[in-house]
């Protein structure tokens, strides 16, 4: 069975600080994992995905996620963030060997920027 | 290049009837996928279908069904609403099907069942 944990409700960031949206997953083969964000009355945004290669992986709008296997993490960061990335931000994976095409979500992270 | 659209966006039904969601995927995408999200439950997978297949089936009863087109077009089929169905329905499609790729979200149809 395939399976994310996102460990905080909420995250509150000031404007310009870095910012880290935890994730975790557990899988039975190799994890395909992606982040998503989401406005309010509006579908999910796709930001970034890791399938192999690198551990660190760049998306839009200036994120970035640190993949660590040894952890079975894939934490969002930002080094700077800004107000409109206030947002609910979905980790979600896919077990590439042994489930279909389901993406499997994580509850969601609500992220706070303040001015 | 348009994104993808999912109409209506609004649905107001009673419990007991059933509704219709349609689904237009990106332009060359032959993969589309519906989810349902709520507040209690998050982002639960219905069903995918690739060149007019079913590929994959989430865990909901019988009363949830879709179907794609040639056109790669999708709809999904509610039948006897119950007030449980309320939610967000999302449908995203995707190029070519592969576990690889990412999905690409509509904006969704937020269905209430009164």
């Known amino acids: 069975a395939q399976s994310v944990a996102q460990p905080e409700d909420q995250v509150n960031v000031a404007e310009g600080n870095p910012l880290t949206v935890k994730c975790t997953y557990s899988?039975?083969?190799?994890?395909?994992l992606f982040w998503y964000v989401q406005y309010p009355n509006r579908g999910l945004q796709f930001l970034l995905k890791?399938?192999?290669?690198?551990?660190l992986v760049k998306g839009s709008y200036g994120f970035e996620a640190e993949f660590n296997k040894s952890q079975t993490s894939f934490h969002l960061k930002k080094p700077s963030a800004l107000v409109s990335d206030s947002a609910l931000y979905f980790c979600?994976?896919?077990?590439?060997?042994?489930?279909?095409?389901?993406?499997?979500f994580g509850k969601g992270t609500s992220l706070l920027v303040t001015p | 290049k348009a994104g993808v659209t999912q109409t209506p966006r609004y649905l107001i039904k009673t419990r007991g009837q059933q509704v219709t969601l349609s689904c237009s995927p990106i332009?060359?995408?032959?993969?589309v996928s519906w989810y349902q999200q709520t507040p209690g439950q998050g982002l639960q997978f219905l069903f995918e279908?690739?060149?007019?297949?079913?590929?994959n089936k989430g865990n909901f009863p019988g009363r949830f069904s879709g179907r794609q087109f040639s056109n790669s077009r999708s709809e999904m089929n509610v039948s006897t609403l119950e007030l449980g169905d309320s939610a967000l329905y999302l449908c995203?499609?995707?190029?070519?099907?592969?576990?690889?790729?990412?999905?690409?979200f509509g904006n969704g149809t937020r269905l209430t069942v009164t």
């Open positions: 279908y690739f060149s007019e297949t079913q590929r």
């Open positions: 979600a994976v896919r077990d590439g060997v042994n489930s279909g095409y389901a993406l499997n």
């Open positions: 332009s060359g995408h032959r993969s």
């Open positions: 995203a499609s995707s190029f070519s099907g592969a576990q690889i790729d990412p999905l690409h």
């Open positions: 890791y399938i192999t290669g690198d551990n």
């Open positions: 899988v039975s083969g190799n994890p395909y």
